[in-house]
């Protein structure tokens, strides 16, 4: 079973970085992929990026590709998301999740959620 607790999450100004974390259970992480999710108010949850149980393996939204980097330790039990030049389109409520099968983009694909943290970024 997995659990997961994201943290990190705060207001910044345009142009600045935040660093995300997700805490998970330990028995079953270093089998899981991974996947962080954003959804701002009224919107549909959208897929952020994706990494693979090694680490090796990551794939990103176009919305984020070369700002964003996931990241992974295994050993620590925690997925990260470096979040760089932030912008205000990136205000949401970000969610780490978990599946078992592959780098999926599709959220309804993951069977785990953490309770999400709130990233705000003013202009």
């Known amino acids: 079973q997995v659990q997961l607790v994201e943290s990190g999450g705060g207001l910044v100004q345009a142009g600045d970085s935040l ?4 805490a998970a259970s ?4 270093s089998a899981a992929f991974m996947g962080w999710f954003r959804q701002a108010p009224g919107k549909e949850r959208d897929f952020v990026a994706t990494i693979s ?3 090796i393996t990551t794939s990103y939204a176009d919305s984020v590709n070369g700002r964003f980097i996931i ?3 295994n050993a620590k039990n925690t ?3 470096q979040m760089n030049n932030l912008q205000p ?3 949401a409520l970000y969610y780490c999740a978990a599946t ?3 780098l999926y983009r599709d959220s309804n694909k993951y ?4 309770q999400g943290t709130q990233v705000t970024v003013s202009s």
């Open 111 to 114: 069977n785990y959620w953490g």
């Open 79 to 81: 997925v990260y998301l």
């Open 53 to 55: 149980t090694n680490g």
């Open 26 to 29: 330990g028995r079953t992480f």
């Open 89 to 91: 389109e990136d205000t």
């Open 71 to 73: 990241s992974r330790d």
């Open 19 to 22: 660093r995300l974390s997700c």
């Open 100 to 102: 078992r099968d592959w």
